[in-house]
């Protein structure tokens, strides 16, 4: 399985930008797909995780309302669509698969930076 993310760039806060996470394989078969991000000098946290199927979701409580996560099993994506971002979400975003063996992929990452 690969991963490639794109869509982040350089943003100004309150505004909105839309992350995506294509996959080599069948994403159908995936257990769970999730975003996690990084920032400069912290550990990385679970940003968001959609199920398998997407009839469940969670989110890290600092993003919650104004982030949403999708997945498009028939394009092998998953989304994430960030709003109202604020400076402290700026960060290296990368998605994150756990497969039907339970195995895990990290996609190389994206940088996202906010501009107050």
């Known amino acids: 399985v690969q991963l490639v993310e794109s869509g982040g760039g350089l943003v100004q806060a309150g505004n909105s930008l839309r992350l995506s996470c294509a996959a080599s394989g069948n994403t159908a078969g995936f257990k769970t797909m999730a975003w996690y991000r990084q920032a400069p000098g912290k550990q990385r946290e679970l940003v968001a995780r959609i199920s398998n199927g997407g009839r469940s979701t969670n989110y890290a409580d600092s993003v919650k309302g104004r982030f949403t996560i999708s997945r498009d099993n028939a394009k092998d994506t998953l989304i994430l669509q960030m709003s109202s971002l604020k400076s402290e979400d700026t960060a290296v975003y990368y998605c994150?698969?756990?497969?039907?063996?339970?195995?895990?992929?990290w996609g190389q990452g994206t940088q996202v930076t906010v501009s107050s």
């Open positions: 994150h698969i756990i497969d039907g063996s339970y195995s895990v992929y």
